[in-house]
């Protein structure tokens, strides 16, 4: 609960003594961002990892779902990356559970919601989205005026006093600009480029990274964007723009879903578009709707009104149909008439 003026729990600036205590104390450390994690969770997890990790204790990252071809450089040779299922032995294998990237169990693994805490070993989170959902951690760090979780990991492993290895340099620097588009977006916060500029001095290669992140498509991936851009029609004056992935599609051309990365970032460099509502299939039989907008539309409240959330530039909410077009259509029709994009939201 927050109240104006005071103390607000979702901006931290600093992480929780009782935070650094559990990363310390623990034994059998498993560290953990959302499904399907993306470069800001796979990578704060892995410098969370590197910084923890010592002779006495034990330290995974775990991920459920797939993540980014890309990361591949990140991730290629370490073991100590595995993927990790829901499953009754959790508790007894770790003595710490730490999410990234998300604050509540099930956004890892949807069937943990609603399970009994002691289905888990005991949870910390690091977080920067504003999810208020409820969760079972002992102590959050959250801030969601972060660029990215990578931040927050940041300041974590200075006040551990770990050393920045050049492996955590990377992870950390590749998550930052995951989240910030290289630092382009609007969340390139002061503090973001304060942490970049002292990477990049510690020997951080924003090109190598770059490189990475950016090419290395697949074929399949390339012919995947292709067809899924020719889906972008305009509403509202050309306000509005709407993209669909189709499961026909991921077959036809012989992709996954963990290739559409990205995709939902194109529309918005079209002339006039203030926001995009891009509509795929999310393997569960139903479909994922992504948000994107310019400063001065919120998709994050157009997101929570259907039980989703994100950031005010951001956003994603569930639609239970399993066709996209239809997703699609019940949004036109209850979507009102978009605000006026300005400078700030
Ligand atoms: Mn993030």
């Known amino acids: 609960m927050t109240h104006p003026g005071s103390h607000d729990s979702q901006t931290q600036s600093h992480p929780p003594e009782r935070l650094l205590a559990y990363l310390t104390e623990a034994k059998r450390i498993l560290i953990m961002g959302h499904q399907n994690p993306d470069g800001d969770a796979m990578g704060s997890a892995l410098a969370l990892c590197l910084a923890l990790r010592s002779e006495r204790r034990e330290v995974t990252v775990g991920y459920s779902g797939t993540f980014p071809t890309s990361l591949g450089f990140l991730t290629e040779g370490k073991d100590f990356i595995v993927p990790v299922a829901f499953c009754p032995e959790l508790a007894q294998r770790h003595d710490l559970l730490v999410l990234v990237d998300c604050l509540a169990a099930f956004r890892v693994w949807p069937e943990a919601e ?12 690091i977080d920067h989205h504003a999810d208020r959902s409820p969760n079972h951690a002992l102590v959050t760090y959250v801030n969601h005026r972060a660029s990215a979780t990578a931040e927050l990991v940041f300041k974590v492993i200075e006040a551990l006093g770990a050393e920045f290895t050049p492996q955590i340099v990377e992870a950390l620097l590749t998550a930052l600009m995951s989240d910030t588009g290289s630092f382009s977006q609007g969340n390139s916060t002061a503090e973001c480029l304060r942490q970049a500029s002292l990477l990049v001095s510690m020997g951080g290669d924003i090109e190598h990274i770059n490189d990475y992140l950016k090419r290395n498509w697949s074929i399949t991936r390339m012919r995947l964007f292709t067809e899924t851009l020719s889906t972008i029609d305009l509403h509202q004056g050309g306000r509005l723009a709407t993209m669909i992935l189709t499961q026909k599609m991921l077959d036809q051309t012989g992709s ?60 994603a909410y569930q639609d239970d149909s399993p066709h996209p077009e239809v997703a699609m259509e019940k949004l036109l029709t209850k979507l009102g008439a978009l605000p006026r994009a300005g400078k700030s939201a």
Do not use: I, W
Request: hydrophobic residues 40%; aromatic residues 4%; proline residues 8%.
């Open 114 to 125: 609603n399970q009994p805490p002691e289905s888990l070993p005991p949870v910390v989170a």
């Open 256 to 315: 996954c879903l963990a290739e559409a990365e990205g995709l939902v970032e194109y529309p918005l460099l079209l002339t006039g578009v203030d926001m995009v509502a891009f509509f795929k299939v999310n393997g569960h039989g139903q479909t994922r709707v992504s948000l994107r907008s310019r400063p001065g539309v919120d998709v994050r409240e157009l997101a929570r009104a259907h039980g989703g959330g994100g950031h005010k530039q951001a956003a």
